[in-house]
């Protein structure tokens, strides 16, 4: 499966480097004091555009076949890895899902730079990778849906707790299932002006730590 990028910011680089063609012909004509501002701005918007549509139309390559996952800089083996994992980034971030592979923990893909869907891609690996492949977002399973109200939990706080708790059900070990235990039966959270339902939230969370197991 040969997967191909997602051109998301060519559209806005171009319009970079046009804003910076036009601030240079506004220079050409404008007075000496006008006309340096507009040619530095022009430069910089020029600059800027062209470093945006060369990020566009670098090298890529990512393909996932039965000897191994290729990128640009070649193919890598099945024999060289140990897992190929598909997961999101801690909250807040908002990078959306990747691949990392083990061992090294190397993020050699991220899913929205492509055109392909993520069940597509989580498809290929099933099938190319096999035991390899480690689908901890399947595995997490759907993320609780709190209902967003005045004077709820701050949902920063409350997304990492989950999602702290919900690895710790996923990687089974005693030590870290005991922290995230102990981290939901004292949750640091704070009211804010919008956030999660409260109710929700807390009704939620003693359902995890049911799942984690007795508090030590």
């Not at 404008?30 to 040619?39: C, E, F, K, M, Y």
């Not at 062209?50 to 890598?76: C, K, N």
């Not at 690996?125 to 209902?147: C, M, Q, V």
């Not at 089974?172 to 922290?179: D, I, S, V």
Request: charged fraction near 25%.
């Amino acid at each position: 499966m040969e997967l191909q990028r997602r051109r998301r910011s060519l559209g806005f680089a171009l319009l970079v480097v046009v804003f910076g063609l036009l601030a240079l012909a506004c220079a050409w004509g404008s007075g000496s004091g006008a006309r340096l501002i507009l040619a530095i701005g022009g430069l910089a918007a020029l600059v800027l555009g062209a470093t945006l549509v060369r990020d566009e139309f670098r090298p890529f390559r990512f393909a996932i076949g039965a000897d191994g996952i290729t990128t640009r800089d070649g193919l890598v083996p099945w024999s060289a890895i140990d897992k190929v994992v598909l997961d999101e980034p801690v909250p807040p971030a908002t990078s959306g899902p990747h691949l990392i592979l083990e061992p090294g923990g190397r993020a050699v893909l991220k899913l929205q730079d492509v055109r392909q869907s993520q069940a597509d891609i989580a498809a290929a690996l099933d099938r190319h990778a096999g035991a390899r492949f480690d689908n901890r977002i399947a595995r997490r399973g759907e993320a609780p849906g709190f209902t967003t109200v005045l004077r709820g939990y701050e949902p920063g706080r409350v997304d990492r707790l989950v999602r702290r708790a919900q690895d710790a059900l996923l990687d089974g070990e005693p030590g870290e299932r005991a922290a995230a235990r102990a981290a939901l039966d004292e949750p640091d959270l704070v009211v804010v002006a919008r956030g999660y339902d409260r109710a929700q939230v807390e009704q939620h969370l003693r359902k995890l730590a049911a799942r984690l197991g007795p508090a030590r």
